[in-house]
């Protein structure tokens, strides 16, 4: 149930990404201003982090997710019916605030149902709903758009989500509320995280600049499959996406080898994959069999870090599960955001070869990042 959840939750965040040229010319957006559909989603999904995710520590678990569930589905049909630029993005920006907190919630609330000694794997297993979610979403927002136009897509994902509401409503487990960090204020909260924890400052710059080289991948990989001489389909486009499907079954061998002590092996093989799949990624301007081979070794690699990180910061916490990962999480919107944009500029100035230096630039940052924090890691793996 959790892992439907967060990966039905978090598809709406990324729906766009196959989307883009043609919401380009249903609003007369130029192609490298495009990014700012991104970086109007990712900016609600920080804001969902800064305001509504650390609240779980807080509220009644159930009806939190209740109310975020039916504020998600507002948000779906607002997209649909948007009728200009300016509403399409502040539609955006909600749809990301409201699928965020939904998905990270949903991630909290199993951490927080599951026992000590397999957190990891709980928190793998659900994470593994999160890269379904974020592979589905392509193919489905492709095939959708394809035949009824990319509204139906809000369309048939609010109904989705009514009907994922309906499901929920009563089966959503009860769970004992506390109370973190003295009764701070959750901004109090969330900057004293940030401040003085040492890991969480380590694995949400890895983060940030790990999403970032997929958000840099993603958001170009319309514009320069939909035009000749690819000539593909919204569905074509977006069925690369299941190449990464494998990477599912990585993220949830991460978290067990996680529960393990492979911490640190993971984030070195991880950091290593990342980074070496923009070779294949930009021979494959040309080579389909290449650019599906990069593909998968960015999902593989990124997934597992993310999940790697997020079962670090979780093992041993009882409480603050939920600000944990509100503070880690806006690192990866952070790095979401910056991504789109500079993906966007970056194939307008300089194609597919710019693109691919840019992602593989922020790769080698991060496994030098990697490389030189572990002797500071928490946690030894």
Known sequence: MFTATTGLSVANVYYAQPLLDTLGITYGLRSASLGAIIFATQLGCLL??????PLGDRLNRRWLMRGQLLALIASLLLVAVSSSATMLLLAMLLTGLTGTAMTQGMIAFAAAAAPEHSRGQTVGAVSAGVVIGLLLARVFAGVVSDIAGWRSVYFASALMMALLTA??????PVLPQQKTDGGRAPLAALWHLLHHHKQLQ???VLALLMFASFAIFWSALVLLLTPPPWNFSH????ALGLVGAASALIASRAGRRVDRGLARSNTRFSLLILLLSWLPLWLGESSLLLLIIGIFLLDAGGQALHVTSQSLLLSGRNGAGSQLIAAYMLFYSAGSGIGA???TQAFAYGGWSAVCLAGAAISLLA???GL???SYEVKNG
């Open 48 to 53: 969902a982090l800064l305001f509504v995710v």
């Open 167 to 172: 499901v929920l409503w009563r089966r959503l």
């Open 202 to 204: 380590i694995r949400g």
């Open 235 to 238: 569905a074509q486009t977006g």
């Open 341 to 343: 944009l500079i993906s």
């Open 367 to 369: 496994l030098i990042f």
């Open 372 to 374: 030189s924090t572990q």
